[in-house]
């Protein structure tokens, strides 16, 4: 069984971790349960963290008339900008980034809400409008950590997004310990692993990171992770699909066309195609290359990240028709 390195993700603590919210309850999540065993997770509630209590009013953004965001409390209107931003620079300031593999935060919180959070013109019964932004937390999560995955329960519902998420948090913490270890071997090993799981994302960023690897200007191995974590962490941004899938799949049956018969090449192609198509998911063509580097013994392609890139535990039976 593979073995993966835990990821570091930071959460907000009502997401299946604390009754913290302003009405006293948690948010239950069958997916971020699920993560429990495979992630270490750093919980915490900027609105508790900030002070406030458990209940408490709820908050709200109010823009104002020169386009500036305060959040407030929904009913009296005392205003707790600074306290939320404050407590946000210095508690992102202290986490250390090199050690943090993703966030996940609560969707559409005043606070932690990535995106689409409402907004409102004042305090008191007054209707939401049609402006949306993004949590005084979450915003600054944004900018000190912009190459870091961030999304919201919400989103990880759809598979392609959870997936993705997936796929970034558990490379991340793979490349976490290669930083650790800060030799040219290791990172070797590490871009030997990833090599098709890094050409379906982006096959331009496989061949940046492979001249970096080259290292034919003889660079320190300091200065090579420095240049090779950005581009990584830009591949890893960029979501699976079909097109792309298609390209590394047909690199990986050339490593077995000429052992197979014709029956076999002329069911993977078709297969092949009906993935092409939408009729069949992305599961059945790269399980039927598994199994061949399985029959093969190709050492090479068995340590390949792309037939496991996270605990397959994490993928539910009734996700497998969702892929790309």
Known sequence: MKEFIKPRVVISKCLEHDKCRYDGSMINNEFIEKLKEYVDFTPVCPEVEVGLPIPRQALRIILSENEEQSLVFSRTGEDITEKMQSFSNGFLDDLNKSEIDGFILKSRSPSCGMKDVKMYKTFGKAPSIPKKTKGIFAKQVLES???IVLEDEGRLSNYNIRESFLINIFTSAFFRKVKEEKNLNSLIKFHSENKYLLMALSQGKLKQLGKLVGNTEGKKIDQILEEYE???YKALGTMLNTGRNVNMLLHLFG????????????????????YRNKKVPFSVPLSLIHSWVIRFGNEYLLKQTIFEAFPSELINVTDSGKGV
Do not use: H, R
């Open 145 to 147: 950590f912009p190459d």
């Open 230 to 232: 950005p581009i990584l």
């Open 255 to 274: 490593y077995f066309s000429k052992d197979l018969t014709t029956n076999e090449k002329g069911f993977f192609l078709e297969e092949l195609e009906k």
